[in-house]
């Protein structure tokens, strides 16, 4: 009986993949391999996958529900983890569509190879802190009102919580949401911050701040993430306790570092381990954005007792490290 993860080859999928693999554990990933950002870097992911003897991997796309199907068929699986998706909030303005097709169409494709699989037993999927839109009441709390995005990207995430919450009450597929707060790390998406700010400070490049650098990230190191993951699909589904008014077996819960850090001292850390100033070019609000992301996570602890160990100075130092090293 194997895992199923989708998006094997991003980032969250890669270190999960290969966590369950080093356990031992089978592992069946698939992946579009598209080019939002460098294919190069995904494929360099997969080929330290492939070193493992119980990994399988297939180039499909989600949000073609006949490459699943045909690719899946025959194959045992107890458990999807679905982390593919079309990532990033400020590309949503410039290719709606992209989202609609991965994040919808996708996550449906999913949904249906969940209630088609006999032998499954749990299916997590990813969703994210941006559902909360622009709250200002901190921290976030996964019974908070998270019904006014302000990106399509954030949109596209809630609506999958509305959807998979459908399929669990129609068809008992148990489901469980995870909301990431900024996932950093090792291996990272080079479209996130901390990871353009390190190639153009290191180039000598100026940096854009938005919002003139006002801003608070909840930065959640990935092995963290990893962590949390694994002990989700060691327990199983737990049946959420809040005021819901039904007994659909979905959950969501926030899995972040319950440790908000202000911009201006990501990029001094960053700075002292790159040994370089960045040049700045601070600019407003960027459409779509937040001022701030702060997780609430007793949840997600008082269920599975996950809790972050890795500060954001070690989790930046780790990335500065591999970065060096890769390139």
């Known amino acids: 009986m194997a895992y199923l993860i989708t998006g094997a080859a991003g980032f969250i999928g890669f270190h999960l993949s290969r966590s369950l693999l080093e356990k031992g554990l089978p592992v069946i990933g698939i992946d579009s391999m598209n080019d939002y950002y460098s294919v190069e870097l995904k494929q360099s992911r997969l080929e330290i996958l492939n070193t493992y003897k119980n990994f399988q991997f297939g180039t499909v796309d989600i949000s073609s529900d006949s490459d699943l199907e045909t690719f899946l068929t025959g194959k045992k699986i107890t458990?999807?983890?679905?982390?593919?998706?079309?990532?990033g909030v400020r590309y949503s303005l410039e290719n709606p569509r992209a989202y609609v097709q991965s994040n919808l169409v996708g996550h449906l494709n999913?949904?249906?190879?969940?209630?088609?699989?006999?032998?499954?037993?749990h299916m997590l999927y990813a969703s994210s802190s941006s559902v909360y839109g622009g709250r200002t009441d901190l921290p976030f709390r996964e019974t908070d009102r998270a019904d006014r995005p302000v990106s399509l990207y954030a949109a596209t995430k809630k609506s999958d919580e509305l959807i998979s919450h459908t399929y669990a009450h129609l068809y008992g597929i148990p489901l469980t949401g995870l909301r990431f707060f900024t996932v950093y790390g090792p291996w990272g998406?080079?479209?996130?911050?901390?990871?353009?700010?390190?190639?153009?400070?290191?180039?000598?490049?100026?940096?854009?701040v938005f919002n003139h650098g006002d801003m608070l990230r909840d930065f959640t190191y990935v092995d963290?993430?990893?962590?949390?993951?694994?002990?989700?699909?060691?327990?199983?589904?737990?049946k959420p306790r809040d005021d819901r008014q039904d007994d659909a077996p979905h959950s969501i819960y926030n899995i972040g570092n319950n440790?908000?850090?202000?911009?201006?001292n990501f990029l001094a850390i960053l700075e002292s381990l790159l040994g370089k100033k960045a040049i700045r070019e601070n600019l407003p609000m960027q459409p779509g954005?937040?001022?701030?992301?702060?997780?609430?996570?007793?949840?997600?602890?008082?269920?599975?007792?996950?809790q972050p160990e890795t500060n954001l100075e070690e989790g930046l130092k780790q990335f500065v490290s591999w970065y060096k090293t890769y390139y």
Do not use: C, W
């Not at 998406?189 to 100026?206: H, Q, V």
């Not at 993430?225 to 002990?231: K, T």
């Open 224 to 238: 963290d993430i990893v962590s949390g993951i694994l002990s989700m699909l060691e327990q199983g589904f737990v």
């Open 79 to 87: 458990r999807i983890i679905h982390l593919a998706a079309q990532a």
């Open 189 to 208: 998406r080079p479209d996130m911050a901390y990871y353009s700010f390190t190639r153009k400070i290191l180039a000598g490049e100026p940096i854009q």
């Open 110 to 121: 999913m949904l249906e190879i969940a209630r088609n699989t006999d032998t499954l037993e």
């Open 289 to 306: 954005d937040v001022p701030a992301t702060y997780a609430d996570i007793s949840a997600i602890h008082r269920d599975y007792g996950f």
């Open 259 to 264: 440790s908000p850090e202000k911009l201006e």
